[in-house]
């Protein structure tokens, strides 16, 4: 079975300084993907970044990057340069499978940047 | 920006009512899917669906039912609405695998 594990339930960091949201994940599929959605407090789901199994190099979007460590099967979020408005919830997510869409999702980091 | 939409965005309803929560997307995608959210918790998804006429359970047991008449249309409907059934709802859909689903900006439901 598929399971994301998010083990940081709230994080408080200084504003501009960059801040590193875990994620573990457990699979015995060979191909996968692995996403971070950000929550805010009006509760839509916002896609951040993406990394597939297979990809190379570590995904970049922007402030956010993602440090996929396949081996340790981590898949670890980081903000730089944070804003007080990346004050919210932080999802980790897996995609189980390749041609599998559906998504398991982590408990979730409730991330509050302070001025 | 994200083209599907979910209404209403709150509803508070008694027990025992029969509810309608409508998803709609505008980006042709053929899978759309149901998550449960409760309030600081992880999504649960409840339902999904491959394409017109095609829907399954998810891996959360719910009461709800769904129907795909249309690509565009996923609506969930519960028809003795409990307290239990109080939570926030997600609607999303995507266009195929290894790419990002879109969300709904979500139902958020109370059952009194």
């Known amino acids: 079975a598929q399971k994301i594990t998010q083990t940081q339930p709230g994080m408080f960091v200084q504003e501009k300084e960059a801040v590193t949201l875990d994620c573990t994940y457990d699979t015995s599929d060979p191909s996968y993907g692995l996403f971070w959605y950000k929550q805010p407090s009006s509760g839509e789901m916002i896609f951040l970044i993406y990394?597939?199994?297979?990809?190379?190099q570590n995904a970049t979007e922007g402030r956010y990057s993602l440090n996929f460590q396949k081996a340790r099967k981590s898949a670890n979020l980081v903000i730089s340069a944070s804003q007080l408005g990346d004050s919210a919830m932080y999802f980790c997510a897996m995609q189980r499978g390749f041609g599998n869409e559906k998504l398991t999702f982590g408990t979730g980091t409730r991330l509050t940047i302070i001025p | 920006e994200a083209d599907i939409y979910q209404t209403p965005r709150y509803l508070v309803i008694g027990t025992g009512k029969k509810i309608t929560l409508e998803c709609s997307q505008t980006?042709?995608?053929?899978?759309m899917y149901w998550y449960q959210q409760d309030p600081g918790m992880e999504l649960h998804l409840i339902h999904y669906s491959y394409g017109v006429n095609s829907t399954e359970k998810g891996d959360l047991s719910s009461e709800s039912t769904v129907s795909r008449i249309r690509t565009e249309h996923f609506p969930l409907t519960l028809e003795s609405a409990r307290p239990s059934h109080t939570s926030q709802y997600l609607c999303?859909?995507?266009?195929?695998?290894?790419?990002?689903?879109?969300f709904g900006q979500g139902t958020r439901l109370t059952v009194v």
């Open positions: 999303a859909s995507s266009y195929r695998a290894n790419t990002e689903a879109f």
């Open positions: 990394q597939g199994s297979y990809d190379q």
């Open positions: 980006m042709g995608h053929d899978k």
